[in-house]
């Protein structure tokens, strides 16, 4: 009886495990978001000044979508990140699953819907500061999982975006402006880049929200 017991939670065990792997819902959410009081604090601390070197940049200087893990490049964690019943073919490419864009509400099933975007442009990294990082610092940068800095958004949505700071662009979703903000502070401040001063008015009126 007892053997038959084991073998039945093992089996348990295994299905629990199965059905987590590929039907549980993902968070959602890229990590490292600070409280509304902490970007406050942040975005008090950053430099004011004006953008600059914009005629230099390339967005090839900044190497995106590197291999994280196995087949996995940037783009596909993302997407197994932030993604609801994510399921991969063998080359990491997600075959099915859905995926709700934050910035304007909407809900995808096919992975080609949907890009992921940078909350603080490559562009704009580059104006605040990126032009003088190493080509090294600018990967990192470009394939940051440690940080809010890399979203799964609508793919038009994220175009419309381009690279745009608050003072000329927000997420038509106005609840989700508070998280917004809060991400883009972060990034800003983790990195050490600068804002203007309008984009740093901008983002205060967005906290006011929270």
């Not at 958004?153 to 419309?160: A, G, K, L």
């Not at 401040?189 to 984009?199: I, P, R, V």
């Amino acid at each position: 009886m007892k053997r038959v017991v084991t073998a039945v939670l093992a089996a348990l065990t295994a299905t629990f495990l199965t059905l987590s792997l590929t039907t549980g819902t993902a968070s959602a959410t890229p990590p490292s978001i600070p409280s509304a009081a902490t970007a406050a604090t942040r975005l008090a601390t950053l430099t004011v000044a004006p953008e600059t070197n914009q005629s230099s940049y390339d967005r090839a200087l900044f190497n995106h979508w590197i291999t994280i893990s196995g087949a996995c490049n940037t783009r596909e964690t993302v997407l197994k990140r932030d993604g609801v019943g994510v399921v991969a073919g063998s080359n990491c490419a997600p075959t099915s699953g859905s995926w709700y864009s934050p910035y304007d509400g909407a809900t995808w099933t096919a992975a080609s819907d949907v890009d992921i975007d940078h909350m603080v442009p490559l562009a704009e990294a580059w104006r605040s500061g990126a032009y003088g990082w190493t080509s090294a610092q600018r990967q990192t940068y470009a394939n940051d999982l440690g940080g809010p800095e890399l979203w799964a958004v609508t793919d038009n949505v994220n175009q419309s975006k381009g690279d745009q700071d608050p003072t000329t662009w927000q997420p038509s979703v106005a609840s989700f402006r508070c998280t917004y903000a809060r991400a883009w502070i972060q990034v800003k401040y983790y990195w050490k880049l600068t804002l203007q001063s309008a984009e740093k008015s901008a983002l205060q009126s967005m906290l006011a929200t929270c």
